[in-house]
Nanobody, 117 residues
């Protein structure tokens, strides 16, 4: 059983910063990619940022220049640094990891990010 342990999130004022972290519980897991999706109320889940096992990254246009994703393949962790947060960034953020062996995605439980004054 693969579990993703998320931390971070919370309430922050517009313009503030938050840091989300996620770790894969199984050290033998072979990662194809890891990253973050988010889902706002009444909206579909959307990709925020992802990092491929070779180190390349992919960002949603809405967060480019404000968010930075980094990962440690050996430690099976991924971090999303979110700066210059806007109210429209408010959502539940979900960590995911994709298995290189099976192609399956595994998901964290989600963490709430609220940007409000």
């Amino acid at each position: 059983q693969v579990q993703l342990v998320e931390s971070g999130g919370g309430l922050v004022e517009p313009g503030g910063s938050l840091r989300l972290s996620c770790a894969v519980s199984r050290s033998s897991f072979v990662i194809a990619s890891m990253g973050w999706y988010r889902q706002a109320p009444g909206q579909q889940r959307e990709l925020v940022a992802a990092i491929i096992s070779g180190g390349s990254t992919n960002y949603a246009d809405l967060v480019k220049g404000r968010f930075t994703i980094s990962g440690d393949n050996a430690k099976k962790t991924v971090v999303l640094q979110m700066n210059s947060l806007k109210p429209e960034d408010t959502a539940v953020y979900y960590c995911y990891v994709r298995s290189r062996l099976t192609g399956l995605n595994y998901w964290g439980q989600g963490t709430q990010v609220t940007v409000s004054s």
